[in-house]
C-alpha cells in the first residue's frame, strides 16, 4: 500500500521552495555582472604608461562560444573544450581586493576600468600549447589554474582571475578553466549539472599542462569550483597521477560549496596529500548557508566549524572568519581582502620549500585570528 501524502508536509516543501527561490533572487551570488560583456565596442584610446597592469590569461572552457561577439563566450555547455588567450589591463585607480567594472553607459576608459584590450582565440589543443610555453617559458615555469564558482559569467571569471594575479603579485601563468555556469542565481542546479560535466576536461586541461615546460602547477578554486577540482583530483589519484607527475604545487580550496561528507570521500580516495590542501573557510558566509539550505540543511565545508575534524584529512584549515570581506555575503574574502589575497599570493609564490610553505601559512592563520 502507497503511503499517504500528509497535507502539512506538502505546505512545508512548497513553503521551503519558494523561501529557496526568494533568498536566491536576493543573492548576489559568487559575481553576477550583468552585462557580461567582456569587450567594448569603443575604447578610449590609452597610453601603456596609463594603466597599472597588463595580464595575459589563457582559458580553457567547457563553454561554448557566444554569437554575441563581445561576450566571447556564454552559458552553454560544449562538448569540448575551447581556448582562448584574454589580455586584460587594470586601471591605475585600482585599489587591492576590487574589481572597478564598467557600468552600463560608461566609456570603456582603461584608466578607470578593468578593460580587455584583445581576445586571441585557439582552434586546436596544439597552438594553444604552443602559446602556453612560450609564456610559461618567459614566466619561469610556474601555472595558477583558477576554477571559479556558481554563478559566474566568462568575464567575471576573467577579471577575477586578473585581479588575483594583480593583487597576489603572481609570477607565473594565469590560467582560467571556466566552466558553464549560467550566471544567474537561479540557475544553481544547472551549474551543479554543468560542473559536472566539465571534471573530465578540466583532467584533460591539468595533464596538458603536465605535459608543457611548466615546473609547477598551482591550483586556486573557489565556491562550487572547488567540488569541480575535488572530483578532479580524486579521478587523478584513481588513474595514479594525483599529483601530475610531481608538478603539482598549492592546492587551494577557498569557501568550497562541498558536502562534508562528500569531501571526506573525496580526501579518502585522493589519500593524504604530501603537501596539503590549502582550506580557507568562514562560518559568517551566508551563500553557503543557501546552498546548504538547498541541499537539505546539510553543512558545507566552507562554512563547518570542525577544522580539526577536516585538518585529520591532511588539509591546512585557515578560519577566515574574523577577516573583514567586501562582499555582503561573505564568500569572496580570499580575493577581495587586500592582505588575504597578498597573504595567499606569498605563499604561492614560495618556491617548493615546505618550511617557507609552513611559514607563510602560519602568517596567513594569524592574520584570520587578528
Same mark, same amino acid.
Given at each position: 500500500?502507497?503511503?499517504?501524502?500528509?497535507?502539512?508536509e506538502?505546505?512545508? /516543501?512548497?513553503?521551503?521552495?519558494?523561501?529557496?527561490?526568494?533568498?536566491?533572487?536576493?543573492?548576489?551570488?559568487?559575481?553576477g555582472?550583468?552585462?557580461?560583456?567582456?569587450?567594448?565596442s569603443v575604447?578610449?584610446?590609452?597610453?601603456?604608461?596609463?594603466?597599472?597592469?597588463?595580464?595575459?590569461?589563457?582559458?580553457?572552457?567547457?563553454?561554448?562560444?557566444?554569437?554575441?561577439?563581445?561576450?566571447?563566450?556564454?552559458?552553454?555547455?560544449?562538448?569540448?573544450?575551447?581556448?582562448?588567450?584574454?589580455?586584460?589591463?587594470?586601471?591605475?585607480?585600482?585599489?587591492?581586493?576590487?574589481?572597478?567594472?564598467?557600468s552600463?553607459?560608461?566609456?570603456?576608459?582603461?584608466?578607470?576600468?578593468?578593460?580587455?584590450?584583445?581576445?586571441?582565440?585557439?582552434?586546436?589543443?596544439?597552438?594553444?600549447?604552443?602559446?602556453?610555453?612560450?609564456?610559461?617559458?618567459?614566466?619561469?615555469?610556474?601555472?595558477?589554474?583558477?576554477?571559479?564558482?556558481?554563478?559566474?559569467?566568462?568575464?567575471?571569471?576573467?577579471?577575477?582571475?586578473?585581479?588575483?594575479?594583480?593583487?597576489?603579485?603572481?609570477?607565473?601563468?594565469?590560467?582560467?578553466?571556466?566552466?558553464?555556469?549560467?550566471?544567474k542565481?537561479?540557475?544553481? /542546479?544547472?551549474?551543479?549539472?554543468?560542473?559536472?560535466?566539465?571534471?573530465?576536461?578540466?583532467?584533460?586541461?591539468?595533464?596538458?599542462?603536465?605535459?608543457?615546460?611548466?615546473?609547477?602547477?598551482?591550483?586556486?578554486?573557489?565556491?562550487?569550483?572547488?567540488?569541480?577540482?575535488?572530483?578532479?583530483?580524486?579521478?587523478?589519484?584513481?588513474?595514479?597521477?594525483?599529483?601530475?607527475?610531481?608538478?603539482?604545487g598549492?592546492?587551494?580550496?577557498?569557501?568550497?560549496?562541498?558536502?562534508?561528507?562528500?569531501?571526506?570521500?573525496?580526501?579518502?580516495?585522493?589519500?593524504?596529500?604530501?603537501?596539503?590542501?590549502?582550506?580557507?573557510?568562514?562560518?559568517?558566509?551566508?551563500?553557503?548557508?543557501l546552498?546548504g539550505?538547498?541541499?537539505?540543511?546539510?553543512?558545507r565545508?566552507?562554512?563547518?566549524?570542525?577544522?580539526?575534524?577536516?585538518?585529520?584529512?591532511? /588539509?591546512?584549515?585557515?578560519?577566515?572568519?574574523?577577516?573583514?570581506?567586501?562582499?555582503?555575503?561573505?564568500?569572496?574574502?580570499?580575493?577581495?581582502?587586500?592582505?588575504?589575497?597578498?597573504?595567499?599570493?606569498?605563499?604561492?609564490?614560495?618556491?617548493?620549500?615546505?618550511?617557507?610553505?609552513?611559514?607563510?601559512?602560519?602568517?596567513?592563520?594569524?592574520?584570520?585570528?587578528?
Open positions: 500500500m502507497w503511503p499517504r501524502w500528509n497535507c502539512s506538502s505546505v512545508n /516543501v512548497r513553503l521551503k521552495t519558494i523561501l529557496i527561490i526568494a533568498l536566491a533572487l536576493l543573492t548576489a551570488g559568487c559575481a555582472h550583468p552585462a557580461q560583456e567582456i569587450l567594448g575604447v578610449v584610446p590609452t597610453q601603456a604608461t596609463e594603466i597599472a597592469g597588463n595580464h595575459s590569461i589563457f582559458i580553457a572552457t567547457t563553454r561554448k562560444r557566444s554569437d554575441d561577439p563581445n561576450k566571447v563566450f556564454d552559458g552553454e555547455r560544449s562538448a569540448t573544450l575551447n581556448y582562448a588567450r584574454v589580455n586584460v589591463t587594470v586601471p591605475p585607480v585600482h585599489q587591492t581586493g576590487q574589481i572597478e567594472r564598467r552600463r553607459g560608461k566609456s570603456n576608459d582603461p584608466t578607470k576600468y578593468f578593460m580587455a584590450s584583445e581576445v586571441v582565440g585557439y582552434d586546436t589543443q596544439p597552438k594553444f600549447v604552443n602559446a602556453l610555453n612560450a609564456d610559461i617559458d618567459a614566466r619561469g615555469g610556474r601555472v595558477m589554474v583558477f576554477v571559479h564558482g556558481y554563478n559566474t559569467g566568462f568575464d567575471d571569471a576573467v577579471y577575477r582571475l586578473t585581479q588575483i594575479v594583480h593583487d597576489s603579485g603572481y609570477p607565473g601563468t594565469p590560467v582560467l578553466f571556466s566552466w558553464a555556469s549560467g550566471a542565481t537561479t540557475d544553481y /542546479v544547472y551549474d551543479k549539472e554543468s560542473a559536472a560535466a566539465a571534471r573530465d576536461q578540466l583532467e584533460v586541461t591539468l595533464r596538458m599542462l603536465a605535459q608543457t615546460g611548466a615546473r609547477r602547477i598551482d591550483i586556486v578554486a573557489h565556491s562550487m569550483g572547488t567540488w569541480v577540482t575535488m572530483e578532479t583530483l580524486r579521478q587523478l589519484a584513481i588513474t595514479g597521477d594525483r599529483d601530475l607527475s610531481g608538478k603539482l598549492d592546492v587551494v580550496l577557498a569557501s568550497p560549496d562541498i558536502d562534508v561528507d562528500v569531501f571526506k570521500s573525496q580526501m579518502r580516495r585522493y589519500g593524504k596529500p604530501d603537501k596539503p590542501f590549502i582550506l580557507l573557510l568562514s562560518d559568517d558566509d551566508r551563500a553557503l548557508r546552498s539550505l538547498i541541499a537539505g540543511s546539510r553543512p565545508v566552507g562554512d563547518y566549524r570542525d577544522a580539526a575534524d577536516l585538518a585529520s584529512y591532511g /588539509v591546512t584549515v585557515v578560519d577566515l572568519s574574523k577577516i573583514k570581506g567586501a562582499d555582503s555575503f561573505n564568500h569572496t574574502k580570499f580575493a577581495d581582502n587586500p592582505m588575504m589575497v597578498q597573504m595567499i599570493g606569498q605563499r604561492l609564490r614560495e618556491d617548493d620549500g615546505f618550511a617557507s610553505d609552513r611559514d607563510v601559512t602560519d602568517r596567513i592563520r594569524q592574520l584570520a585570528a587578528q
